[in-house]
């Protein structure tokens, strides 16, 4: 349980009872209130909703974030008592720019899951960063007028107590000048000064926070000479001073830099919720397990002090962690690691230690339960092969076609010999494809093994069985139970 600040926040105080419910029902699960992830489904395998759902309910988070509202999804949250955002993603947004297609949307997206024992529906979230520059602004007349039908539907439905509707930025969208690179000089990026202003002041005039995704990770990855302890929360030697403030790490720093973006337009209290924060695991030199536990260490501590900010002390601060299972369908555009940016492996197992209630305890996450494997057998280079000359065409193939990026340089499979290489991107391949037979064929350079192939560090991994059809309590009891109801039916006809 995260102690005292959380006092302060008016939703604590409305759901102690239900909190204490909770603890006496299932007295081992520490509840940490306004810790959320990021609930992203881009992966060629994926857990069943409802296993994910009590996974989140096992580690006790309380809010989650979506990038869709995909209809199974919302159905496995249904009655989990779990707050949820959902979104629309960015090709959907100038559809939204017409008032009907809006309303049909909440209506269809948000309304239908409001029953009691139905989906806890908080935000909605118009696009996801539309403003990045990689857009080439193909966004930025849609993405307002998108958010006032998308704030116009939800009035017209009874909702805009209960749903806020509100935009997920980018830390791109504000700066601090060149001339004054400090938090507070901070303000919108001049090319959407005025847009930014515009947006901002509607969300607060509605009650909607604003929400910006913040990656220590990045600034690392992108700047060369970023001082990597200025990326964690155990101190630097080289603080950024401002003024009377002396920053020691690049998250305050860059909220900070919001906090005076805001004051510069008048909105000295708006609420603030970052909506995506995390550190990967592999694909990169600095994104590793040791690094990822560190950087979440500091954070969950800092959220569970309820320190705040040199600009924000003592506020409580809406998180959601990014992300919750790794993703092998992702772009690598912005790099290798964006797949792996999990608190679980693809098969919904912790990869480190991590105690969310920010107590630093040695312990670590609840895995996914009842996960169901392909069989336990691997596709890798048949050692009796002579003619290798086909092996590179081979091996691009199986990596275009599935996820390599632990073989690159700083990742766990870095290293391997030539043919631990291609027996690594055979695997991911045949995995990928469901240990289909054809699946291991390369030119008849592969052969299938039950002996674990793993090397080393590197895991070659058994894909997870997503194909079979959603476990169900137990066939009997269904059995009974639809019995049951077509008694009930014959019985009144
Ligand atoms: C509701 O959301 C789903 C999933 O994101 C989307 O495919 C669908 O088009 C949306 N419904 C409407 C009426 O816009
Ligand atoms: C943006 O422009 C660049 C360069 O002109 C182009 O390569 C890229 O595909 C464009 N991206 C989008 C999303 O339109
Ligand atoms: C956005 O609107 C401006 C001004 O009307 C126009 O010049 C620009 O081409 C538009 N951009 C897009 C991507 O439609
Ligand atoms: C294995 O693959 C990685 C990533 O493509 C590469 O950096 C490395 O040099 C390869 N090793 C050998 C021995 O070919
Ligand atoms: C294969 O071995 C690796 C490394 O020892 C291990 O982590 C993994 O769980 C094993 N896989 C299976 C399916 O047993």
Redesign the pocket.
Known sequence: MISTGLAMNMRWIVFTAVNVMVFVLLPEIQRCDGLGVNWGTMASHKLPPKTVVQMLKDNGITNVKLFDADSSTLSALAGSGIQVMVAIPNAHITAMTNYNAAKKWVSKNVTRYLFHGGVDIRYVAVGNEPFLT???G?YLNVTFPALQNIQKALVDAGLETKVKATIPFNANVYESPVENPVPSAGRFRPDIGDLMKDITQFLNQHDSPFSVNIYPFLSLYLNKDFPVDFAFFDGTDAPVVDGEIKYTNVLDANFDTLISALKGIGLNDMAVMIGEVGWPTEGDVNANVPLAQRFYTGLLKRMATNQGTPLRPGKYIETYLFGLLDEDAKSIAPGSFERHWGIFGYDGQPKFQMDLSGQGQNKMLVGAKNVKYLPQQWCVLNPDVKDRSKLGENVNYACANSDCTALGYGSTCNGMDMEGNVSYAFNMYFQVQNQNEEGCFFQGLAMVTTKNASQGTCEFIVQIDSHSPVVRPSMPLFLVSSLFILLVHLLAI
Do not use: F
């Open positions: 990689s857009y080439n193909s």
